[in-house]
């Protein structure tokens, strides 16, 4: 019998409700259904009843409770225990774009100092929904993103706020004593990124439009360091590349924007020991770059 069908029980009994119980599982109504009826099945007998619009459950059901709830418990106690023995885990992580590397590359570095990174899988995805998919479908144990996403499966924590600022190759600034932006060529993201939505927010305020649009973080930032424009990119991003070449300009002008990151895990997947020490980095912001 398949364990999760005691999980959509329990729930369902605590709710007295299946279109409740499928928004807190995540699940459709007629997969929770489903799934009450194959339990119905394996028993031989009724678990709930149905009387004009309100569920009530039965004897049966109510005796089920009890054993079904120690059961998730011993088979929780047992998937940690089994877990622990297991030396080298092997850690999947998501994020939404390269940026984020800034940020994960430090953490990992201080796991793998301290022996316990394991083997650790980072793939880098084309947005946050990408992101979150892959967290859904068991792609990935860890998702890093710029969107905030509520979802009642999910623990989403935000883990930074960074300033963004503009910056360009000083061979684009027309005037090094007083530049401003609107006189240079503006490079931008593509449609549909968080990147994009808060440079046009500023652009838009300024009644200006960009010239240059690529599809990734790293193009942008690309493109800005070949002299092509100016770019709206994170203050960290800006200040690590003026610190080795002096010949990038950061403007003095605040864009007053900030770009959030996010971890996202589903409440459902246990995660390693080594998952739980990279959370704990990232979102007690211990590591430094």
């Known amino acids: 019998m398949d364990i999760r069908l005691l999980r959509t029980f329990c729930v369902v009994a605590k709710l007295e409700n299946i279109t409740q119980a499928a928004e807190l599982l995540n699940f459709t109504q007629p997969t929770v259904s489903a799934q009450i009826r194959t339990l119905e099945e394996h028993f031989g007998v009724q678990l709930f009843e149905r009387i004009g619009k309100k569920l009530y459950i039965t004897d049966a059901g109510k005796f089920l409770i009890d054993p079904s709830e120690k059961i998730l418990k011993i088979y929780s106690e047992t998937v940690t225990q089994i877990n622990s023995f297991s030396e080298v885990q092997y850690m999947r992580i998501g994020i939404s774009s390269s940026y984020i590397n800034y940020f994960l590359s430090p953490a ?25 998919d892959g967290v859904n479908n068991n792609k990935y144990d860890i998702g890093i ?9 999910l623990n989403t924590v935000i883990i930074n706020s960074e300033e963004l600022v503009w910056v360009g190759h000083e061979n684009v600034i027309k005037d090094k004593d007083c530049p401003r932006i609107d006189e240079c060529t503006i490079i931008n993201f593509r ?99």
Do not use: W
């Open 108 to 132: 990992l570095l201080e796991l793998q100092t301290s022996g316990v990174a394991g083997r650790i899988n980072v793939e880098i995805c084309s947005n946050s929904s990408s992101v979150l």
């Open 191 to 289: 449609q549909g990124c968080t990147f994009r939505t808060l440079c046009d927010e500023f652009l838009q305020k300024r009644g200006l439009n960009s010239t240059f649009e690529y599809s990734n973080f790293d193009a942008v930032k690309n493109a800005m360091i070949e002299g092509l424009g100016i770019a709206l990119l994170p203050r960290i991003v800006v200040e690590n590349l003026v610190k080795r070449n002096d010949n990038f300009y950061m403007f003095k002008e605040l864009s007053n924007l900030q770009i959030r990151l996010f971890t996202i895990t589903h409440k459902d997947k246990h995660l390693s020991t080594t998952a739980h020490t990279l959370l704990k980095l990232l979102q007690d912001n211990k590591v430094s770059i």
């Open 145 to 153: 993103v710029h969107d905030f996403i509520s979802m009642k499966c």
